[in-house]
């Protein structure tokens, strides 16, 4: 195997690109919003929330990877985060292909209490105000949901490659 692809499907490597990707997923989203004009709604900006999370994660998890348990430990509380940004991000496309015009949920559930207040504490980041069930912007066919949908799977697939990968 080259030494590029040996360093980067190591743990570590693994890590860097992981909170790498997510930065960057999370200034893409800024920058589109800002750009097009689009409204986020609470379920993604939820899934930003879980981004930045990912991205201070990966930050402990690199400097951790010397370590085998505390390693392994933040691999699976990594991957534990992206599978979550999995569940989410699979609703909002379940809600923007199939429950057209349906809201987020038929109640306000806590995490909507939360978004809206980290909303009123930094708009441009945390502000919702669009419709879980507009596509709204696509790329190739795909919604900004669906992206996201896959970039979370391939976190999730890469932290248990490192939760299970000797260094």
Known sequence: ???????????????????????GLVAGGVVLA???NLAACPLCILQRMLYLLLVLESGA???LAGSKQPRRLMALVMAATAATGVWIAAY???LQRFAK???????QPWWEHFVNWAGTRWPMMFEASGLCSEAGWKFLGLSIAEWSLTAF???????????????
């Not at 015009?101 to 109640?107: E, I, K, L, R, Y």
């Open 34 to 36: 800002q750009t097009l």
């Open 101 to 107: 015009g349906v809201n987020c949920t038929a109640d």
């Open 92 to 94: 909002q496309t379940w």
């Open 1 to 23: 195997m080259p030494l590029a692809s040996a360093l980067l499907l190591a743990p570590r490597g693994l890590f860097a690109v992981t909170g790498a990707t997510a930065l």
């Open 153 to 167: 799977s391939a976190m999730t697939l890469a932290m248990l490659v490192a939760l299970l990968r000797k260094p």
């Open 61 to 63: 998890a690199w400097m």
